[in-house]
């Protein structure tokens, strides 16, 4: 599993780029895993007693994983210790996005809003720059995934050597096939497939059918 982590300072975007390049690259047939340390930032928003109260070690990691699943670690973890939770979670991961993280082991997306300072990155961890002023409005009139030269770039270097999964879906209501575009079969598809292996006695499903009924309530 390859990690990269997105820093910047507060509210230059980190969390708008993870969304964005988590659907460029689910959209390519990647499973992406993201990890978010919250408490910090929080607290300093908080009235100064509250902080006081809340700031000594209240932090919590939440993990979203390449299914759509969510959990929440209440601690903090260093990025390869929860490198290896991720991996243990969701053996299918290809990338974790990492946002809140400072481990200098892995490379970093930097944000960098209107009128910051110099990079903060080390130049030999410094994987790309993102400008904030750029990934909102692209986010604003696109919507999510059009960051696809970073996309090119992640892919090209740290997902060279993934074998990416062909999966397909045949999708009916009411007995009518509807087609499915590529973001429906990645967020239908691929998590159905990733809960199912998790369950006891199933190891590589290559087909799952799954049929869902609904009835209409009494009026």
Partial sequence: MAVLRIVGPPGSGK???????????????YR????????????????EEIARERAAGAVSTVIVL????????????????????????????DLLLAEGFNDDDYPAVELS???????????????AVVASEELLGSFARFGPGETHGLADLVESKLLADTVVEDVSMQLSVEGEAVEG???????IARPVLTMVEQLKGIDWPRAVRLNIRRRRPPE
């Fill in 113 to 127: 809003p209107p009128g910051a300072p110099t990079i903060a990155t080390p130049a030999d961890q410094l994987f």
């Fill in 32 to 47: 992406i895993a993201t990890a978010v340390e919250r408490g910090r930032l929080e607290f300093a928003e908080l009235d």
């Fill in 181 to 187: 575009s590529g973001f429906v079969t990645d967020m």
């Fill in 66 to 93: 390449s299914g759509g699943g969510r959990v929440t670690l209440e601690h903090q973890l260093p990025l390869n210790n929860l490198r290896a939770v991720v991996a243990s979670m969701d053996p299918s991961v």
């Fill in 15 to 29: 969390t708008l780029l993870i969304v964005s390049l988590t659907e460029a690259l689910r959209s390519r047939g």
